[in-house]
């Protein structure tokens, strides 16, 4: 059976505006993809920073619909079939709310398809504040252990209470985050598999390790967070390790990439951020963040 994806946010910037950034070549390599051409009827982008298409295709993706403002529609071959994206805009509140429809993704296809639009998402909002973006490069995967660094424009005391308060942990990645602040204390993101962790050690804003639990065919393994502040910034760091080196870890690198993601844009963008938004049935609402799964009313129409 086929994956369908649908994702809503709130941009606050006027749809043309919006629509400029998904339809133009030089907007889409700066927040979305490495290349990209203007193509006329087709949609031609790839590079490292496109799932499975790594070189420029003989064939763009078929342009379905495309009204500057308000709506574009393509095509996107995947390995196993063929899949479409539509985009719908509307203005919301003096800016934009912007729909994604991804339908259709084949089986064979990876599950993280939702982390790369989550991460492609916030990027776009982000480049549309003036706002530093960092991609996924799918060329780098790899098995074993793995680490991924972000800028944040934040001092690391702000960063921290990001990562270890529970009200701020339940905008960015936890259902229901209880925390224990200490070495050998309780690190809960609420998620019922797995369970919680341990706090392995930490330096109070600096360096924060916890336990990463076994999950379906995952082992037990680590999670530590490293921050480093210079001039009112962080540089943030996670590294994910504790498993063999050719154990497939790629499951969780895009996801680890988003949150990060979210973790920076919840910091600088204050009380204001909200992750974007997703049906989620009763099952599957404590598997993501609580500001999520709080706002389903909001979700508009598909």
Known sequence: MAKNHHIQLHLNHLPAAV?????????????????????????????????????????????????????????????????????????????TRLSLDHRDIPDEFPFWMEDFWFLSLENLRRHLDHKVVDRFDFSAIRTGPYSHSVEVAAPPDAVWRGLTEPQALERWIASRAEIELKAGGKFSYGWPIPGPVKILDLDPGRRLS???????????????????GSGGRTFLTVVHSGFAEDFDSSGTQVGWLNFMNWLRSSVEYGPGWTPPLVRLSEEMQPYYPAAI??????????
């Open 19 to 95: 629509f400029r950034s998904l339809a133009q070549a030089g907007e889409l390599r700066a927040w979305f993809c490495e290349h990209a051409e203007d193509a006329g009827e087709q949609m031609r982008f790839w590079g490292r920073y496109t799932p499975l298409a790594p070189e420029r295709p003989e064939g763009g993706r078929k342009i379905h619909a495309l009204v500057p403002g308000s709506r574009l529609q393509f095509d996107w071959e995947m390995p196993g079939g063929a899949s479409q994206v539509d985009i719908r805009l509307k203005p919301d509140e003096g800016g």
């Open 210 to 228: 916890t336990q990463w639990a076994s999950w379906e065919h995952e082992p037990a393994s680590v999670v530590a967070w490293e921050l480093e």
């Open 293 to 302: 799964a709080e706002s389903q009313g909001e979700l508009g129409e598909y």
